[in-house]
Every structure is written in C-alpha cells, then in structure tokens.
C-alpha cells in the first residue's frame, strides 16, 4: 500500500484518476491532502473543507470481475468501512444516508464519491474518494445539516490514526465484495440504512411531496420506497429527497 501525502491539491480523486492513467498505480493507493481546493461530491457538488481539520482522500482499487451490475455492492462495501471505522471510535448513532453519505444522528459528517473505470461488462479499478469531517468546527451557513467528529463528540482526532483505521476496514470490506459475499453486505448495509422501515416524507424530483417508507435497494442501485398504495417506486440519485 503507498500513500502519497499532498499538502494542497485541487481534489484528490482527479490526481488519482489521472496518475492511474499515466502510470502503473499500485492497489489500494492511497492520495491524501491537508487542503483540497476544488473538492467533488455526488453529482457534480462542492465538498467544503477547511484545511488541516479533517480527511480528504482518495483510494485506487483494481478488481477482477467484478461486473458493472454488481457496482451497488461496491457502495455498500466503501459506505460500511467508514461506518465501522466510525463505529469503532464511539460516534453515536451512526448511519448511512443512501446512497452513501455517512450520518451522526441527522447530520452529515462524510460523503463518498465514487468513480469507476469500465473494461467491457466489468469493473476493472475504482478510485473511492472520502471526506471525512474530523475536527472542523465552524461550517458556512448554507451546510445547516453538516457536523464533524468534534463537534459530536468533543474531542480532537489524529488524522493519520484514524485514516489508518478506516483503510483497516476499508480492505476488509472490499475483501467481503472480491469473494462475491454479496448477501452480507447488503444485509449489513440495510441494517444500518437511515430511515429504513420509517415512514417518512419525501419530495420527489417534480416537488411532489409524498408519504413513503425506504424498503430497500433495487438491483441497479435505487432507493426503493412503499407509497401509502403500497405501491413500491424506484428513484437514482436527484430523483428523491427527505423533506
């Protein structure tokens, strides 16, 4: 395992993804920063950081067939290494938010985005970016729903301690999805998916409020949701939200 330690980049996963295409990266490369300027989350968003307080990395991982339709349970294995790292530490009430952002409570404390590189009808490598909120504790008005490890439980981190111990959990995690051990990990990621068996209001991508309760994850990787018609709808990423 290398790590390359960066003082300041634009994001993580862009120098990642363009070292794997120029050179030969080794699995489980691990790029890390104390400031990253031009941060990705899910779907095109910003991930704001303030320098030096948290974890912002970025892991390469190569796969053997591993099929594109079997990419969910890369996202189960990559949101349950950092809820058990997380568990580990004693943050309370930890849980993921689908599709995998980590939650303490209801507040947000770590997002995921994850990139894949495709060789036919298989996944050939991934490069798996964390932002981790660690120490910060002042975030901008507009991140009503953002918290860091600090703030929740009113202690300080070793950066480089912890990073350890999520990569910990991170290969054993990936070690369940390279075995095909498919059932645990979703078993494992519903038990501990937000508001699962809840009901709940959502807002759908028109606006549309409704009543409905998280079931769990389709086959290609969307939120499954029982209306009051007991009706079981499908939403990707963008299409749903919690009221």
Request: proline share 2%; aromatic share 8%; charged share 25%.
């Amino acid at each position: 395992m290398k790590t390359i330690k960066l003082n300041a980049i634009d994001s993580t996963n862009s120098f990642l993804k363009e070292l794997a295409v120029n050179s030969t990266v080794d699995n489980f490369t691990i790029v890390v920063t104390d400031s990253q300027l031009k941060g990705r989350g899910q779907q095109g968003n910003s991930w704001v950081s303030e320098p030096c307080k948290n974890l912002m990395f970025s892991v390469f991982v190569r796969f053997e067939g591993l099929g594109v339709l079997e990419k969910k349970y890369l996202n189960f294995a990559v949101s349950l290494a950092l809820f058990d790292a997380l568990e580990d530490v004693s943050i309370p009430s930890v849980c993921i938010k689908w599709p995998n952002d980590i939650l303490s409570g209801n507040k947000k404390i770590c997002g995921i985005l994850i990139e894949n590189s495709l060789k036919g009808t298989e996944i050939s490598s991934s490069v798996i970016g964390i932002g981790l909120n660690v120490n910060q504790t002042i975030f901008p008005d507009y991140l009503k729903k953002a918290s860091s490890l600090k703030l929740i439980t009113d202690k300080s981190y070793n950066l480089d301690k912890l990073l350890k111990q999520i990569i910990l959990k991170f290969k054993a995690r990936i070690a369940l999805l390279n075995a095909k051990n498919f059932k645990t990990l979703e078993v494992d990621y519903l038990n501990v998916l937000y508001k699962k068996n809840i009901p709940t209001m959502f807002k759908d991508s028109e606006d549309v409020l409704f009543m409905g309760i998280i079931r769990g994850i389709s086959n290609h990787g969307k939120l499954q949701i029982e209306t009051e018609e007991e009706v079981i709808l499908e939403f990707g990423i963008k299409e749903v939200s919690f009221l």
